[in-house]
C-alpha cells in the first residue's frame, strides 16, 4: 500500500507538470487546442482523490505499517475522529490541501474557459498545484513506519501512538478543513491577477475574481472564527483568541483579501486601484504561503503552541521556496505592468466613496502590517511581541474602519459634499451617542473603550436602515450591509469580553459555598471517568438563575494535564470555570501519611459580558459573504 500510495502522488506530480506545460503553451501560443492539458489536469486531480481515499483506508483499517497512520491514531478512536486524523498531521494536511484545490482547480477551469482566459490562469494554478504535490512527493503520508521511525521492530505494532488529547474535540472535525479549503480557493484570484499581468489584462481581476474572493474570504474567516471557539471552549485559558503567532498568520491573509474586495468595488465602479489590486492579489496568496512556513517549517517551534517543530529540512526549503518563487514572479510581473495598469482619469475629490473604500484598505492593510511584524519578530530576534502590543495598535485601526463602514454609505461615488453626508448621518450618529450615554449612566467608565462602542454601533445602525431600504427593491444586493453589520456586532463582542470581563482565582472547599463574581458556587465532588478524566461539579446560583458547571481534568502525557473549562451561556453573559487544581488539607495529610480524596477545588473562574454578540456578528458577517457571493457568481 505504500508504494501504491508514493506511486499515486509521483503520478499526479507529473501530471500536473505536463498540464503545467500544455497551458504554458497555450497561453504563449493562443488558439491551441488545450484538450491534452484539460486530461491531465483531470488526471491530476483523480490521482490526488486516490491518493486521499486510500490514505483514509489505511486509517479506517489500522494499517500501522504506515507512520502517519501509527503516529497519528489508535484502535480506540471513534470515528469521526479517525476521519480527522486524516488532516491533523503535516503530510496529511497538504494532502487535503492539494484534494480541495484540485476541486477548485477544476470549477476554476470551467469558469475561465468560459470566460476565454483559460490557459494563460489554468498555467498558475497549475504551478500552484505542482508545488503542493512536490511537497507530498518529498514528505510523503504513505512512508512506512520504518522509514519514519529507523529501528522499529519488524512486525508492525498493534496499536497506534494515537491523536494528541486536545485535538479530539468536536471542532477539529471542522476547522482545519474549513481553513484549508480557504487557503485553497486563495488560489483563484491570484491565478487571475498573475494572468491579468501577463496578459496585459486590467480588468481580469475585476470581471472574473470577485466571486472567488468573497468566498475565499467567507470560508477562512469562518475556519478562523471557529478556531477561536475551539480555543474559547476547550483548551481552559479563557480566551478565544491570544495573538499566537500561527493564529495569527492565518488572519492577516484574510485582512489583505478583505481590503481588497472593497479596492476592487472601487476599480469596477470608478477604474481606480488597478494596480493597488493586482498587488493585494499577490500579496494575500504570498501570504497564505508564508503562514504555512510559520506553521509547518518549524521557525516557529519556541514561539507557538501550533507550530510543527520536526518538519525536516526539504519541507522547510520548498516551503521557503514557494514563498519567494511566488512573491517574485507577482511583484515581477507588476513591475513590467506598472505604467500600463496606472490610473486613467485622476480624481481630486476627497469625501466619495471611492476615497472611503480606499480608507478602509489602507486601515486594513495596516492592521494587517502591525500583526505581520509582531508575528515575524520571533523569527529575526528572540524577541516575542506580548498580546498588549497587538491590542493597543489594532483599537484605533478598529474605530476608523467602523466609522467608514458607516459613512461610507452616505457618500456619492462622483460628487463630494461633506455637509450633505453629515447632515444625513446626524440620525445614525445620535443613536449611536444615546446607546454610549446610555452605558456611561449605567456605570461604565472606560474611556478607551467608549470610542469603539460608539463606532461599531454607527455602522451597526446605518448599515441595517440602508439594508432595510434595500430589502424592498433588491434583497440580493443585501450582502455587504449584512457583512458590515455583522462586523459591528463583532467588534461589541471584542470591546465588551475584553474590557469588561472579570476573572478570579477561586478556591472552592467541598460542600462549603463561597461567592465568586457575585454568584454563590458550591463544589460538590468529581466522578471520574475514563482515561482518568476526573469530571468537578460546581453548583452556582446567581442572581436570578440556578446551574451546575462540570470543568474536567484528565493527564495528557506529554502535554502534562489537559483541562477541560464548562460554560454556562446566556444571553448576554458567559460565566467560565477552568479548574486548576485540586488540593487536600495537610492536616489531613499528616495524620494518615497519605493523601485522602480531594477535597478543595481550585479554579479560575471568569464572566465574559456579550460574548454572544461576538460569535452572532461572525455568523452574521459570514452570511453576508455568502449572500454577496451567491450574487456576484450568478452576475459572472
Not at 188 to 210: D, I
Request: hydrophobic share 55%; charged share 10%.
Amino acid at each position: 500500500m505504500a508504494v501504491l500510495g508514493n506511486v499515486l502522488l509521483a503520478a499526479g506530480l507529473l501530471s500536473t507538470v505536463l498540464s503545467l506545460g500544455l497551458y504554458i503553451r497555450g497561453a504563449v501560443r493562443p488558439g491551441g487546442n488545450l484538450r491534452f492539458a484539460r486530461l491531465t489536469l483531470a488526471a491530476s486531480t483523480i490521482l490526488v482523490v486516490l491518493s486521499s481515499a486510500l490514505l483514509l483506508f489505511l486509517i479506517l483499517t489500522h494499517d500501522f505499517s504506515i507512520g502517519y497512520v501509527y503516529s497519528y491514531s489508535d484502535v480506540s478512536l471513534p470515528l469521526h475522529f479517525l476521519i480527522s486524523t486524516f488532516y491533523a498531521g503535516q503530510e496529511g494536511s497538504f494532502l487535503f490541501w492539494a484534494l480541495c484545490a484540485g476541486a477548485i482547480a477544476l470549477v476554476l477551469r470551467s469558469r475561465s474557459a468560459r470566460a476565454g482566459v483559460e490557459a494563460p490562469v489554468m498555467s498558475v494554478v497549475a504551478a500552484v498545484q505542482a508545488f503542493l504535490l512536490l511537497l507530498l512527493v518529498v514528505r510523503s503520508p504513505f512512508r512506512t513506519i520504518w522509514e519514519m521511525f529507523p529501528g522499529a521492530p519488524a512486525i508492525p505494532p498493534a496499536d497506534g501512538r494515537g491523536l494528541n488529547p486536545l485535538l479530539q474535540n468536536f471542532w477539529m472535525v471542522i476547522h482545519p478543513p474549513v481553513l484549508f479549503l480557504g487557503f485553497a480557493a486563495m488560489t483563484a484570484p491570484f491565478a487571475l491577477a498573475v494572468a491579468g499581468l501577463w496578459k496585459k489584462n486590467a480588468e481580469m481581476l475585476s470581471a472574473h475574481a470577485f466571486p472567488w474572493l468573497l468566498f475565499a474570504a467567507g470560508v477562512l474567516g469562518l475556519g478562523i472564527m471557529l478556531g477561536a471557539y475551539w480555543a474559547y471552549g476547550v483548551l481552559g485559558w479563557g480566551g478565544y483568541w491570544g495573538w499566537d503567532p500561527v493564529e495569527n498568520s492565518s488572519l492577516v491573509p484574510w485582512l489583505t483579501v478583505v481590503a481588497l474586495l472593497h479596492t476592487l468595488i472601487a476599480q469596477r465602479r470608478t477604474g481606480s486601484y488597478v494596480r493597488t489590486n493586482y498587488l493585494l492579489a499577490v500579496a494575500s496568496f504570498v501570504l497564505v504561503i508564508y503562514s504555512t512556513f510559520l506553521t509547518r517549517s518549524g521557525v516557529l517551534g519556541d514561539a507557538s503552541v501550533h507550530a510543527f517543530t520536526d518538519p525536516g529540512a526539504e519541507v522547510y526549503w520548498i516551503l521557503l521556496g514557494g514563498v519567494a518563487l511566488s512573491a517574485a514572479a507577482g511583484l515581477a510581473a507588476l513591475a513590467v505592468r506598472w505604467r500600463a495598469f496606472g490610473p486613467g482619469e485622476k480624481r481630486s475629490a476627497l469625501l466619495t466613496r471611492e476615497t472611503s473604500l480606499g480608507g478602509g484598505m489602507l486601515a486594513l492593510i495596516l492592521s494587517a502590517a502591525v500583526i505581520l511584524f509582531g508575528t515575524s519578530l520571533p523569527i529575526l530576534t528572540r524577541t516575542r511581541v506580548e498580546p498588549s502590543f497587538y491590542d493597543a495598535t489594532n483599537m484605533p485601526i478598529a474605530v476608523l474602519l467602523a466609522l467608514l463602514i458607516g459613512f461610507a454609505l452616505f457618500m456619492q461615488w462622483e460628487a463630494p459634499d461633506g455637509y450633505f453626508t453629515l447632515r444625513r448621518s446626524l440620525t445614525s450618529l445620535g443613536i449611536a451617542a444615546a446607546v454610549c450615554l446610555a452605558l456611561l449612566a449605567a456605570g461604565v467608565r472606560d474611556g478607551g473603550a467608549m470610542p469603539l462602542i460608539f463606532a461599531a454601533v454607527f455602522a451597526i445602525v446605518v448599515n441595517v436602515r440602508f439594508g432595510a431600504a434595500a430589502a424592498r427593491t433588491d434583497w440580493r444586493s443585501l450582502g455587504g450591509k449584512i457583512a458590515h453589520a455583522g462586523v459591528g456586532l463583532f467588534l461589541l463582542g471584542v470591546v465588551a469580553t475584553g474590557r469588561f470581563g472579570a476573572k478570579e482565582h477561586a478556591v472552592l472547599p467541598q460542600y462549603s459555598p463561597r461567592t465568586v463574581l457575585g454568584r454563590s458556587m458550591t463544589y460538590l465532588g468529581y466522578e471520574q471517568g475514563a482515561n482518568g478524566r476526573l469530571a468537578f461539579a460546581v453548583s452556582v446560583t446567581g442572581p436570578h438563575e440556578t446551574f451546575r458547571l462540570s470543568p474536567s481534568m484528565a493527564p495528557g502525557g506529554e502535554q502534562g494535564v489537559l483541562r477541560t473549562p464548562d460554560i454556562a451561556s446566556f444571553l448576554t453573559e458567559d460565566v467560565y470555570i477552568s479548574p486548576v487544581g485540586v488540593q487536600a488539607p495537610e492536616t489531613a495529610r499528616a495524620s494518615t501519611g497519605s493523601v485522602p480524596d480531594p477535597e478543595v477545588l481550585v479554579a479560575d473562574v471568569s464572566t465574559k459580558p456579550c460574548i454572544n454578540f461576538l460569535w452572532g456578528g461572525t455568523l452574521v458577517m459570514m452570511a453576508g459573504f455568502a449572500l454577496a457571493c451567491l450574487k456576484r457568481s450568478k452576475e459572472s
